[in-house]
């Protein structure tokens, strides 16, 4: 790897750190790898507050290191109250942010099991949910999702104030860009590509038509001390590339 080029692997640690940008203090959740790193990397640099977990009951530090223990009880009072920012991943997504993790195909009879609903319902309808996708397709952002899992903005305005109270969706990842809801009728936008990839790529590797701003801005370039965290300290082993391969 060269140690001038910011690799497409570090763009999407970067656009997934940024997600937690401004959230001030509440518990960072992020599933997957590359979430993992971006929300270490924002607590290291911009969002010094946010509250690290090892995702069963401790709160830990940088290294780490047990800095508190989370009680159940607690962790509940802060999911049910919007305290809390997940980012999950999704096997589908709708053009509103409907997420499936259950199953391919009619749930009745699927073609495929996968995970099952899990906490997606809870996560979505009580605290902002990002989502993380590493390989963008049309198998992916799906027109309709088969069964919905995580609650999308249709779904939540559907079923009424109860839902939408903590309901946000603040952003998409995927290895080719960012997305959001930031539309009248909050239908996905595309609010970046990453540094290599051109919208029509977004475009032709989605199943739905996507919103475009006048101008599509690349995602930001990272800092010098950025990339010195994310390659000597939060992820020397270079594991994020091995998640997101070079293009």
């Known amino acids: 790897m060269n140690a001038t080029t910011t690799t497409r692997a570090e763009y999407c640690v970067i656009a997934c750190a ?3 940008r401004d959230n001030g203090e509440v518990l960072a959740s992020p599933m997957g790898l590359i979430p993992s790193i971006g ?9 010094p507050d946010l509250l690290l977990t090892d995702g069963e009951a401790l709160i830990v530090g940088l290294d780490g290191a047990v800095e508190g223990w989370l009680p159940y009880r607690q962790h509940l009072a802060m999911v049910t109250g919007g305290r809390r ?6 096997s589908q997504l709708d053009r ?12 009745q009879r ?8 899990r906490g997606a319902p809870v996560n979505t309808l009580n605290n902002p949910v990002s989502y993380w996708v590493p390989k963008h397709s049309k198998r992916v952002f799906v027109a309709r999702v088969d069964m919905i899992s995580g609650v999308g903005y249709d779904s939540a305005a559907a079923a009424g104030p109860s839902a939408t109270r903590f309901h946000r969706i603040p952003r998409v ?23 290599g990839v051109s919208v029509e790529e977004v475009r032709a590797a989605t199943g739905f038509p996507l919103a475009l701003p006048g101008e599509v801005p690349r995602t930001r370039e990272p800092t010098a001390t950025e990339l010195r965290l994310i390659r000597t300290v939060i992820d020397p082993e270079g594991r994020r590339e091995r998640e997101v391969p070079a293009a």
């Open 85 to 90: 920012h997940v980012m999950m991943g999704a």
């Open 96 to 107: 509103f942010g409907n997420q499936n993790i259950s199953c391919i195909g009619d749930w």
């Open 18 to 20: 940024d997600a937690w």
């Open 173 to 195: 990842v995927s290895d080719l860009g960012v997305f959001d809801f930031a539309t009248p009728d909050h239908s996905m936008r595309l609010a970046g590509v990453h540094p």
């Open 39 to 47: 929300a270490r990397l924002a607590k290291h640099t911009f969002s």
């Open 110 to 117: 699927p073609d495929r099991q996968l995970l099952g609903v």
